[in-house]
Protein backbone atom coordinates (compact mmCIF):
# COMPACT_ATOMS: atom_id res chain seq x y z
CA UNK A 1 0.00 0.00 0.00
CA UNK A 2 1.10 3.64 -0.67
CA UNK A 3 2.12 6.07 1.70
CA UNK A 4 -0.40 8.20 3.16
CA UNK A 5 2.35 10.73 3.14
CA UNK A 6 1.38 11.89 6.41
CA UNK A 7 4.93 11.46 7.31
CA UNK A 8 6.32 14.25 5.18
CA UNK A 9 3.65 16.60 6.49
CA UNK A 10 4.89 16.12 10.16
CA UNK A 11 8.47 16.49 8.91
CA UNK A 12 7.40 19.81 7.19
CA UNK A 13 5.17 20.64 9.86
CA UNK A 14 8.33 20.89 12.90
CA UNK A 15 10.12 23.11 10.26
CA UNK A 16 7.20 25.74 10.28
CA UNK A 17 6.10 25.31 13.78
CA UNK A 18 9.67 25.98 14.66
CA UNK A 19 10.19 28.87 12.98
CA UNK A 20 6.75 30.23 13.89
CA UNK A 21 7.41 29.98 17.63
CA UNK A 22 11.14 31.23 16.88
CA UNK A 23 9.50 34.09 15.25
CA UNK A 24 6.54 34.95 17.30
CA UNK A 25 8.83 34.38 20.55
CA UNK A 26 8.63 38.67 21.61
CA UNK A 27 5.50 38.84 21.22
CA UNK A 28 4.01 38.15 24.58
CA UNK A 29 1.15 35.95 23.74
CA UNK A 30 -0.37 34.39 26.40
CA UNK A 31 0.60 30.58 27.07
CA UNK A 32 -2.92 29.03 26.78
CA UNK A 33 -6.44 30.21 25.65
CA UNK A 34 -8.62 31.93 28.34
CA UNK A 35 -12.74 31.32 27.93
CA UNK A 36 -15.13 33.90 28.15
CA UNK A 37 -16.32 33.15 31.35
CA UNK A 38 -12.61 33.27 32.87
CA UNK A 39 -12.54 36.87 31.80
CA UNK A 40 -15.77 37.64 33.55
CA UNK A 41 -14.23 40.37 36.21
CA UNK A 42 -15.62 40.63 39.90
CA UNK A 43 -18.17 43.23 39.09
CA UNK A 44 -20.34 40.41 37.34
CA UNK A 45 -21.10 38.78 41.01
CA UNK A 46 -23.57 41.99 40.80
CA UNK A 47 -24.92 40.45 37.48
CA UNK A 48 -25.38 36.97 38.45
CA UNK A 49 -26.90 36.02 35.04
CA UNK A 50 -24.24 37.29 32.47
CA UNK A 51 -25.94 36.78 29.36
CA UNK A 52 -23.05 35.16 27.31
CA UNK A 53 -25.92 35.43 23.76
CA UNK A 54 -25.14 39.02 24.07
CA UNK A 55 -21.63 38.42 23.59
CA UNK A 56 -21.26 37.40 19.52
CA UNK A 57 -18.55 35.92 18.07
CA UNK A 58 -17.35 37.47 15.35
CA UNK A 59 -15.21 35.68 12.77
CA UNK A 60 -14.52 39.01 11.31
CA UNK A 61 -13.73 39.45 7.93
CA UNK A 62 -10.94 38.09 6.60
CA UNK A 63 -11.47 34.74 8.55
CA UNK A 64 -15.06 35.54 6.95
CA UNK A 65 -14.31 35.97 3.21
CA UNK A 66 -11.60 32.27 3.91
CA UNK A 67 -14.27 30.31 5.30
CA UNK A 68 -16.72 31.62 2.66
CA UNK A 69 -14.22 29.83 -0.15
CA UNK A 70 -13.18 26.71 2.31
CA UNK A 71 -17.26 26.13 2.15
CA UNK A 72 -17.67 26.49 -1.95
CA UNK A 73 -14.05 24.66 -2.64
CA UNK A 74 -15.92 22.26 -4.87
CA UNK A 75 -17.12 24.62 -7.21
CA UNK A 76 -13.61 26.63 -7.45
CA UNK A 77 -10.45 26.02 -9.35
CA UNK A 78 -7.36 23.82 -8.34
CA UNK A 79 -5.27 26.62 -8.17
CA UNK A 80 -7.13 28.72 -5.90
CA UNK A 81 -8.39 25.88 -3.53
CA UNK A 82 -4.11 25.13 -3.18
CA UNK A 83 -3.70 29.10 -2.09
CA UNK A 84 -6.37 29.07 0.27
CA UNK A 85 -5.67 26.18 2.31
CA UNK A 86 -1.53 27.21 2.24
CA UNK A 87 -2.96 30.12 3.85
CA UNK A 88 -4.74 28.78 6.14
CA UNK A 89 -1.81 26.20 7.06
CA UNK A 90 -0.03 29.12 7.90
CA UNK A 91 -2.09 30.57 10.17
CA UNK A 92 -2.62 27.25 12.16
CA UNK A 93 0.50 27.36 12.64
CA UNK A 94 1.05 30.50 14.71
CA UNK A 95 1.63 29.98 18.31
CA UNK A 96 -1.34 32.60 19.12
CA UNK A 97 -3.25 29.84 21.60
CA UNK A 98 -6.82 31.38 20.43
CA UNK A 99 -5.81 31.33 16.78
CA UNK A 100 -4.80 27.34 17.48
CA UNK A 101 -8.03 26.78 19.38
CA UNK A 102 -10.00 28.57 16.67
CA UNK A 103 -8.33 26.41 13.57
CA UNK A 104 -7.69 23.37 15.00
CA UNK A 105 -9.65 22.26 18.10
CA UNK A 106 -13.24 21.01 16.36
CA UNK A 107 -15.00 20.77 19.88
CA UNK A 108 -14.18 24.50 20.77
CA UNK A 109 -17.33 26.58 22.07
CA UNK A 110 -18.84 29.55 20.57
CA UNK A 111 -21.23 32.05 21.69
CA UNK A 112 -23.42 32.79 18.98
CA UNK A 113 -21.61 34.88 15.60
CA UNK A 114 -22.42 36.23 12.84
CA UNK A 115 -21.21 33.27 10.35
CA UNK A 116 -23.70 31.53 7.71
CA UNK A 117 -27.25 31.84 8.24
CA UNK A 118 -29.39 28.85 9.04
CA UNK A 119 -32.72 29.05 8.62
CA UNK A 120 -34.24 26.13 11.33
CA UNK A 121 -38.07 26.08 9.51
CA UNK A 122 -37.70 26.12 6.04
CA UNK A 123 -40.82 28.32 5.68
CA UNK A 124 -39.54 31.03 8.42
CA UNK A 125 -38.30 33.92 6.48
CA UNK A 126 -35.90 34.58 9.38
CA UNK A 127 -32.64 33.26 10.26
CA UNK A 128 -29.81 33.04 12.52
CA UNK A 129 -26.07 33.04 12.27
CA UNK A 130 -24.10 30.05 13.27
CA UNK A 131 -20.78 30.67 14.59
CA UNK A 132 -18.38 29.18 12.53
CA UNK A 133 -14.92 27.45 12.83
CA UNK A 134 -12.62 26.05 10.16
CA UNK A 135 -13.82 22.18 11.39
CA UNK A 136 -17.35 23.49 10.90
CA UNK A 137 -16.80 25.16 7.60
CA UNK A 138 -14.77 21.89 6.46
CA UNK A 139 -17.89 19.27 7.26
CA UNK A 140 -20.15 21.89 5.46
CA UNK A 141 -18.28 21.63 2.26
CA UNK A 142 -17.88 17.65 2.69
CA UNK A 143 -21.71 17.60 2.74
CA UNK A 144 -21.83 19.56 -0.42
CA UNK A 145 -19.62 17.38 -1.78
CA UNK A 146 -21.59 13.91 -0.69
CA UNK A 147 -24.76 15.13 -2.17
CA UNK A 148 -23.01 16.30 -5.59
CA UNK A 149 -21.11 12.47 -5.63
CA UNK A 150 -24.04 10.81 -6.07
CA UNK A 151 -24.48 11.88 -9.62
CA UNK A 152 -20.83 11.13 -10.34
CA UNK A 153 -20.43 7.74 -12.54
CA UNK A 154 -17.43 5.39 -11.28
CA UNK A 155 -16.67 8.53 -8.42
CA UNK A 156 -13.95 5.77 -7.03
CA UNK A 157 -12.09 4.99 -9.72
CA UNK A 158 -12.21 8.90 -10.96
CA UNK A 159 -11.25 9.84 -7.87
CA UNK A 160 -8.15 7.27 -7.50
CA UNK A 161 -7.22 8.57 -11.19
CA UNK A 162 -7.42 11.98 -10.40
CA UNK A 163 -5.01 11.38 -7.25
CA UNK A 164 -2.49 9.06 -8.77
CA UNK A 165 -2.49 12.15 -11.74
CA UNK A 166 -2.05 14.79 -9.32
CA UNK A 167 0.52 13.13 -7.16
CA UNK A 168 2.25 10.30 -9.16
CA UNK A 169 5.56 12.13 -10.03
CA UNK A 170 5.80 13.62 -6.73
CA UNK A 171 9.27 13.30 -5.27
CA UNK A 172 9.03 14.29 -1.64
CA UNK A 173 12.95 14.82 -1.57
CA UNK A 174 13.37 17.26 -4.07
CA UNK A 175 13.19 20.88 -3.22
CA UNK A 176 10.54 22.22 -5.63
CA UNK A 177 8.34 19.21 -3.25
CA UNK A 178 8.89 21.61 -0.09
CA UNK A 179 7.50 24.45 -2.23
CA UNK A 180 4.11 22.94 -3.60
CA UNK A 181 1.34 23.39 -1.71
CA UNK A 182 0.22 19.26 -0.91
CA UNK A 183 2.91 17.94 -3.08
CA UNK A 184 0.89 18.15 -6.00
CA UNK A 185 0.78 19.29 -9.95
CA UNK A 186 -1.77 21.64 -11.34
CA UNK A 187 -3.48 20.95 -14.13
CA UNK A 188 -3.34 17.52 -15.29
CA UNK A 189 -6.81 16.89 -14.84
CA UNK A 190 -6.70 17.57 -18.18
CA UNK A 191 -5.79 13.96 -19.42
CA UNK A 192 -8.60 12.39 -17.80
CA UNK A 193 -11.37 14.28 -19.84
CA UNK A 194 -13.51 14.85 -16.99
CA UNK A 195 -16.18 17.42 -17.24
CA UNK A 196 -15.34 20.88 -15.52
CA UNK A 197 -17.83 20.25 -12.42
CA UNK A 198 -16.65 17.26 -12.07
CA UNK A 199 -13.17 17.95 -12.10
CA UNK A 200 -13.21 20.62 -10.11
CA UNK A 201 -15.59 17.99 -7.30
CA UNK A 202 -12.28 15.80 -7.44
CA UNK A 203 -9.57 18.04 -6.98
CA UNK A 204 -11.49 19.74 -4.08
CA UNK A 205 -11.93 16.55 -2.82
CA UNK A 206 -8.21 15.43 -3.12
CA UNK A 207 -7.23 18.81 -1.73
CA UNK A 208 -9.58 18.55 1.02
CA UNK A 209 -7.72 15.08 2.45
CA UNK A 210 -4.35 16.52 1.99
CA UNK A 211 -5.22 19.50 3.57
CA UNK A 212 -6.97 17.53 6.86
CA UNK A 213 -3.55 15.36 6.91
CA UNK A 214 -1.36 18.77 6.81
CA UNK A 215 -4.27 20.30 9.92
CA UNK A 216 -3.65 16.82 11.96
CA UNK A 217 0.38 17.13 11.66
CA UNK A 218 0.28 20.66 12.70
CA UNK A 219 -1.73 20.22 15.61
CA UNK A 220 0.45 17.23 16.81
CA UNK A 221 3.43 18.80 16.27
CA UNK A 222 2.25 21.78 18.00
CA UNK A 223 1.78 20.08 20.86
CA UNK A 224 5.08 18.69 21.39
CA UNK A 225 6.84 21.53 20.65
CA UNK A 226 4.56 23.97 23.39
CA UNK A 227 5.05 20.73 26.00
CA UNK A 228 8.80 21.23 25.58
CA UNK A 229 8.70 25.08 25.94
CA UNK A 230 6.89 24.65 28.61
Not at 145 to 157: C, D, G
Request: proline share 5%.
Amino acid sequence: AASSGYEQYVSNAETQVASAFETCQGFDWPAEATWLQDRETASSDSKPEVDLDQKKFYEGDFMCALLDMVESMIVRHYDVNLQLTSILAKLAVLPHPHVHEYLLNPTIPLAGGHGTPINLDSQASSSFYAPRTLYCSIRKVLSKARLKAQKVQNLKENFLACKKTLMGSFDSTTPEANESQHGMVPNEFDALNLPDDEAKLLDALIILEEFCKELAAIAFVKYHVASVVR
